[in-house]
């Protein structure tokens, strides 16, 4: 059976970002050693319009094909932001019965999950604590009550010697050294949840039952 994951997401950093995550989930909640083969590597869905009015039309087209074609992928993961209310609220309607699909809602963006995980960020910016007087040094700062996630992350990058460049509006190759050298392996699952406990938990509670389903469903057929 294959276990690729189909994502719909907003853009490339959710791109980034997601696999590695999803990887983690895999491992750490679900105890399933996905990807399984390289054939099941996550597989994203590109949209024709940008932003949250994309999703909503790329879920409505694979909610319409999926009942008349079939698709290997084991469940699709889709991501949206917090200022997505009606389009949410239209694609759960669309999801209603459907239980291979895993919708996840990050506020204010997915960066916000990628600061939650400190240790991780820390490590990734070459920096030993928060910059003073940074938006993260702040005093009682919760990633999830962050108003401009991407802002706070582009402080990191102008404080570090790591960098040659910053993160500014949000900078690919950034997110995906962090995906691929931190959280593949390390992602702090436990610092995410509590520090996303209302976007992240929720996500990532139905993406492990759609990994213990797939799992079981490959323990099955081998």
């Known amino acids: 059976m294959s276990t690729k994951i189909g994502i719909i997401a907003e853009g490339p950093i959710d791109h980034a970002l997601l696999p590695a995550l999803l990887h983690r989930i895999a491992n750490d909640r679900a105890g399933y050693g996905w990807p399984i083969t390289a054939d099941d590597m996550?597989?994203?869905?590109?949209?024709?319009?940008?932003?949250?009015?994309?999703?909503?039309?790329?879920?409505r087209t694979l909610v319409a094909v999926l009942d008349t074609q079939y698709f290997k992928?084991?469940?699709?993961?889709?991501?949206?932001?917090?200022?997505?209310?009606?389009?949410?609220?239209?694609?759960?309607?669309?999801?209603?019965?459907?239980?291979?699909?895993?919708?996840?809602?990050?506020?204010?963006?997915?960066?916000?999950w990628w600061l939650a995980d400190r240790e991780n960020t820390l490590a990734w910016a070459g920096l030993s604590k928060a910059p003073p007087k940074s938006?993260?040094?702040?005093?009682g700062y919760h990633a999830e009550g962050d108003d401009d996630p991407k802002k706070t992350l582009d402080e990191l990058t102008r404080c570090s010697d790591r960098f040659d460049r910053y993160y500014g509006e949000g900078n690919t190759d950034m997110a995906t050294e962090f995906a691929e050298e931190y959280w593949r392996k390390h992602a702090k699952l436990k610092a995410i949840r509590t520090g996303c406990a209302e976007g992240y938990g929720a996500f990532e509670d139905i993406a492990t039952n759609r990994f213990r389903t797939a799992k079981s469903a490959d323990s099955r057929l081998s």
């Open 42 to 59: 996550a597989e994203v869905f590109m949209i024709r319009k940008q932003g949250h009015g994309g999703v909503l039309e790329k879920v």
């Open 135 to 139: 938006r993260y040094a702040a005093q």
């Open 73 to 112: 992928h084991a469940f699709f993961v889709i991501l949206l932001d917090r200022k997505t209310r009606a389009v949410q609220e239209e694609i759960r309607r669309l999801l209603v019965n459907r239980d291979r699909f895993a919708l996840g809602v990050a506020i204010e963006e997915v960066e916000a």
